[in-house]
């Protein structure tokens, strides 16, 4: 399968700060790209689709202007979480979809975040 | 009306023994995918076996295997020979319609642990 890369793994910040997380498809193009949000115990939920040179399509609810989100090219996408707060605090995790034509997101490892 | 549901919160399962987990979905589109996904203790979502809507026989993937009742709406997991390496979350998710670009909606998941 595809290799999608996602950094950094973990990353403790203050409250009020911006922190800005990397997925990168290493094998393959990928036009999309999804951002998911994973609270504990609980099922993956869609943040935003995140298309190469276009603007996000974020998700009801998902503010645009606290996550950011960038896709540069079309092996890089970027979440910036601005001015963090402790309720951010979560698992964020990214994909991308396959070439299969198929349909199937391969998934980054994900990023821990944790907001002091 | 949830579009992926898994009633199986959490299933026992002894080792060397096969296991079935329920996953049930809604959709009026007529072309849609249907996944499963791994995800370990560690976070990573690890996809296990693909079902296309048109597909004539239930998808295999080596001790995985897709019970697939398209009338009942149904997409079940069927692992065989359960490994202590088994035990994590799964997850059941569904692309509608044909675009492989388009967004997955996940279930809420049933953790399985394997026994000894």
């Known amino acids: 399968g595809a290799v999608v890369s996602q950094h950094p793994s973990r990353v403790i910040c203050k409250s009020g700060t911006s922190v800005k997380i990397e997925c990168r498809s290493l094998d393959f193009q990928a036009t999309t790209m999804f951002w998911y949000r994973q609270f504990p115990k609980q099922s993956l939920m869609l943040m935003a689709t995140?298309?190469?040179?276009?603007?996000?399509?974020?998700e009801q609810g998902v503010e645009k202007d606290k996550f950011l989100i960038n896709h540069a090219s079309l092996t890089l996408s970027t979440l910036t979480v601005t001015s963090a707060h402790p309720e951010d605090s979560s698992f964020y995790i990214c994909?991308?979809?396959?070439?299969?034509?198929?349909?199937?997101?391969?998934f980054g490892p994900g990023t821990r975040l944790t907001v002091l | 009306a949830q579009k992926i549901t898994q009633t199986q919160p959490g299933m026992f399962v002894q080792e060397k023994e096969a296991v079935t987990l329920d996953c049930t979905y809604d959709?009026?589109?007529?072309?849609?995918?249907l996944f499963w996904y791994k995800q370990p203790s560690s976070g990573e979502m690890i996809f296990l076996i693909y079902?296309?809507?048109?597909?004539?026989q239930n998808a295999t993937e080596g001790r995985y295997s897709l019970n697939f009742q398209k009338a009942r709406k149904s997409a079940n997991l069927v692992i065989s020979a359960s490994q202590l390496g088994d035990s994590a979350m799964y997850f059941c998710?569904?692309?509608?319609?044909?675009?492989?670009?388009?967004?997955?909606?996940f279930g809420g998941g049933t953790r399985l642990m394997v026994k000894p």
């Open positions: 994909s991308a979809g396959g070439t299969s034509g198929r349909g199937e997101q391969f």
């Open positions: 995140s298309n190469e040179g276009s603007k996000a399509t974020y």
């Open positions: 998710a569904m692309r509608e319609g044909n675009n492989a670009g388009n967004m997955l909606t």
């Open positions: 079902q296309g809507s048109y597909d004539q």
């Open positions: 959709t009026s589109d007529p072309s849609y995918g």
